[in-house]
């Protein structure tokens, strides 16, 4: 059977779109791109504008920022601490409206809806004592800044101390949450430590990430009160894209988007948001 150019160049066509899906990884039906590996990194109490442009986070900003989908409308839900990170990890703030310990919750989770559909979570707090630690503080750790503590679904081991952070990132779970202790999350210090911590502690995976289909997020639990709650929300690894994104999103938006990238089905305020899909390369 005789080739024809017009055959040549059809199937030309066809391998280089099966390279470009191989190379982009798995999209799911929502826009999302599945990644390898999430690190999701929250930080305290500072409003956009004291982080962006600020001298104070040369990190953030000129590598962080610099390099990956920076949103300039992210607002956290409420104050004070603990009700954000419930809301960015199950989608409500299950009612709490203060930084009260200890709490137990049955509601459906992040961590329990990867764990259900066969991926992995993790969450790493940096100062946390021990292994499934459930004490309300020690030392420089706050279980109010640990939400996956509180819910009963989510199984103990999967509550650790940063010293478990991996240097192989290929053993992390599909999603992780890093927590900061009170001092490097520039909660009790200020910002230039919490950005030192950043490049110090999260810079590898960050640089990792931009080639092994894996995503790093930076946002922060709630602003200083000083510009309605706005704080800095930044996407970075591979296939986000560069740039300042301009739609309104809030720690609900965060979850669902991840969510959607995993499959997931939303919970609770999530349903009420769509995903990011407009960062995607």
């Not at 920022?65 to 960015?88: D, I, M, R």
């Not at 810079?203 to 639990?221: E, G, M, P, V």
């Not at 301009?246 to 991840?258: F, G, M």
């Amino acid at each position: 059977m005789r080739i024809t150019r017009r055959v040549i160049v059809a199937i030309t066509a066809m391998m280089l779109s099966i390279v470009a899906a191989i190379t982009a990884g798995p999209v799911s039906a929502a826009g999302v791109p599945r990644p390898d590996h999430v690190v999701v990194v929250v930080m305290e109490n500072h409003s956009y504008n004291k982080i962006i442009g600020s001298s104070s986070a040369p990190y953030i900003n000129n590598t962080l920022k610099a390099g990956g989908a920076s949103f300039t409308q992210s607002f956290a839900v409420t104050h004070p601490s603990e009700p954000n990170y419930l809301a960015l990890f199950s989608g409500s703030t299950q009612s709490i409206t203060d930084d009260s310990c200890p709490h137990t919750f049955s509601a459906e989770n992040l961590g329990h809806q990867l764990v259900a559909a066969g991926d992995t979570f993790k969450g790493y707090s940096e100062s946390q004592p021990s292994v499934g630690y459930t004490g309300c503080h020690s030392g420089s750790y706050y279980r109010k800044h640990n939400p996956w503590v509180n819910f009963s679904t989510v199984p103990s081991s999967a509550n650790v101390p940063l010293t478990q952070w991996p240097t192989d990132f290929t053993t992390l779970p599909a999603v992780s949450f890093v927590i900061p202790n009170i001092c490097n999350d520039m909660h009790d210090c200020s910002v230039s430590t919490g950005d030192t911590w950043l490049k110090n502690h999260i810079n590898t995976y960050a640089q990792w990430a931009k080639t092994h289909n894996s995503t790093l997020i930076l946002t922060f639990d709630e602003d200083d009160s000083s510009q309605s709650n706005q704080v800095s929300t930044i996407f970075y690894g591979q296939h986000v894209k560069t740039g300042s994104f301009s739609e309104h999103i809030t720690h609900y938006t965060v979850l669902r988007t991840i969510q959607d990238g995993y499959g997931l089905a939303c919970v609770a305020n999530s349903c009420g948001v769509s995903a990011i899909t407009d960062i995607w390369s």
